[in-house]
């Protein structure tokens, strides 16, 4: 394939962190916990317009191969109507030569004339049937070859837009990463640390499958672009949780929550997905005011508070 996804887009980065004697006049602004949720929030934002990015660009991808194997076989048929076509009408000539009836059109007389003409579409007609199919075939080729041929130039601007994407995400991870390395070693702690203790799964049909495909990844690392299986960023992990309960979700945490039908907190059920208003984040409810989900670089895949910034739902299952 021409485009390939890249699962981990950000690198361990090192930071300088300055003199601890620098001057008020110089030292950097306070950094809250709250500052760094939204930098790592910015990250993730970022993270999930790549994935539809990558989405995108291999469905073009696998729209070039299918066209490209159609243009191969639609090719074949091609060279094999224009010779036979071409072989048949230098035999037709062989065999019936029009000779004299060249000399007919040329004719002042209106009778020879027409008995020319009348020569010539005998012979055209002989082949129209042949003309038409090899004329489709033509037109279908050229078809596909102009398809072909947007669909390159449209993956190119995705994989250029990509790239452009990548870069931003990684800028807006090191710049997270810089945010966190500010806090004191102990607000740090708090912040990475996470409940990975399953809880009982109360769910039913498809959200019971997905809960527990959901709860049995807690304390995998969360991966910028990860589907698993050691790795996952949020949206990755809701899709696969829900692709082993039987039920396809798209990839990206927009598109996921338009598959579902939107509720309301009142109505919130084990399996129902929760998102933040951005679409940045998604997890999946698990009742009791528990969500599951993968958060963000240096956590794990966790169970955390509905009230830490989800505010959209949807049902699914």
Known sequence: MRFRTTAACAAATTFVVGSLFASPATAD?????????????????ANERLNALTEQAEDLDRRI???SREIRKVRKVYTVQ?????????QQQLEQPLGP??????????????EGLSAIDALNSTRADALESFTRTRVELEKRQAQLAEYEKTLDAKVERAAATRSKLEKAYREAKADLARLSAAEQAQMNAGDTSAVPNA??????????????QLG?????????PDGWDCSGLVMKAYAAAGVSLPRVVGPQMAAGRRISAAEL???????????S????????????????????????SLSSGFGVYARVA
């Open 269 to 279: 059920q084990p399996g129902d997905l929760v998102a933040y208003p951005s679409m």
């Open 281 to 304: 984040h998604i997890g999946i409810y698990l009742g009791g005011g528990k969500v599951i989900h993968a958060p963000r670089p240096g956590k794990s895949v966790e169970i955390t």
């Open 203 to 216: 769910g039913a049909g498809a959200a019971k499958k997905a809960i527990a495909f959901a709860m049995s």
């Open 65 to 67: 191969a299918e066209v």
């Open 29 to 45: 602004p306070e950094v809250t916990r709250a500052d760094v949720e939204k930098a790592f929030d910015r990250a993730e934002a």
């Open 220 to 228: 995998d690392p969360y991966v910028y672009g990860g589907t698993g």
């Open 101 to 114: 009836t060249i000399g007919l059109l040329g004719s002042g007389d209106p009778d020879l004339f027409i």
């Open 82 to 90: 224009r010779d036979e076509l071409g072989a048949d009408i230098v």
